[in-house]
């Protein structure tokens, strides 16, 4: 259970166009979910909250007009990079709380690897 | 702001042996804390969730301790294989996870 499904798992885009990322929980519905970046050898950055039916939550420093959040459903969320630019080349994680024991833990989506060219 | 850092940031090791990986953070206040691991190019895989209210769990040959008020997991890894090779990231959660520096791990046969 608590299976999050992420698409594509790689694109490469040329430079100026905008890309579109998925999540989906596949098993349990998801309130809130979360999207991270991870450049090369580094650890995950949060960069913002989605939060179904309403604005997402950026980190310090994310530019929310160039990373656009989506989560019109319980089972959906999804990154939009806008006029992409090879400095947004990554790699992208999304996750979601699920139901545990007491508190909440966190799933993770298989990460999309992001090429601008 | 918290901070959570790992040590040691690589470490490659041969088969067998039993490892000791370290996560510190800088605020108590979490409530919980999750380890990770992470294949070169993948996603991340949960591996152990321990509650604010927990001192340890165990799954299988793995082990994480908690010590909340000193800032401390440490993820224990008995008779290490080659197929356990990968980045292991500690997260805690303050209604948002925050990640740890990561240890890369290599095990030789």
């Known amino acids: 259970g608590a299976v999050v499904s992420q698409h594509p798992s790689w694109v490469i885009c040329k430079s100026g166009t905008s890309v579109k990322i998925e999540c989906r929980s596949l098993?349990?519905?998801?309130?809130?979910m979360f999207w991270y970046r991870q450049f090369p050898k580094q650890s995950l950055m949060l960069m913002a909250t989605?939060?179904?039916?309403?604005?997402?939550?950026?980190e310090q420093g994310v530019e929310k007009d160039k990373f656009l959040i989506n989560h019109a459903s319980l089972t959906l969320s999804t990154l939009t990079v806008t006029s992409a630019h090879p400095e947004d080349s990554s790699f992208y994680i999304c996750s979601a709380s699920y139901p545990g024991q007491g508190i909440n833990g966190y799933t993770f989506g298989s990460g999309t690897r992001l090429t601008v060219v | 702001k918290q901070e959570v850092t790992q040590i040691p940031a690589a470490l490659s090791v041969p088969e067998g042996e039993n490892l000791v990986l370290n996560c510190s953070f800088t605020?108590?206040?979490?409530?919980?804390l999750q380890w990770f691991r992470q294949d070169p190019g993948k996603g991340l895989t949960s591996l152990l969730l321990?509650?604010?209210?927990?001192r340890e769990q165990t799954s299988g040959r793995l082990n994480a301790s908690l010590d909340k008020s000193s800032g401390r997991s440490t993820l224990y890894i008995a008779a290490s294989q080659p197929g356990d090779s990968a980045t292991y990231l500690c997260a805690v959660n303050t209604d948002k996870l925050i990640f740890g520096t990561g240890t890369r791990l290599q095990v030789f046969p």
């Open positions: 989605s939060n179904e039916g309403s604005k997402a939550t950026y």
């Open positions: 321990i509650q604010s209210s927990q």
């Open positions: 098993d349990f519905q998801a309130t809130t």
């Open positions: 605020d108590s206040a979490i409530y919980n």
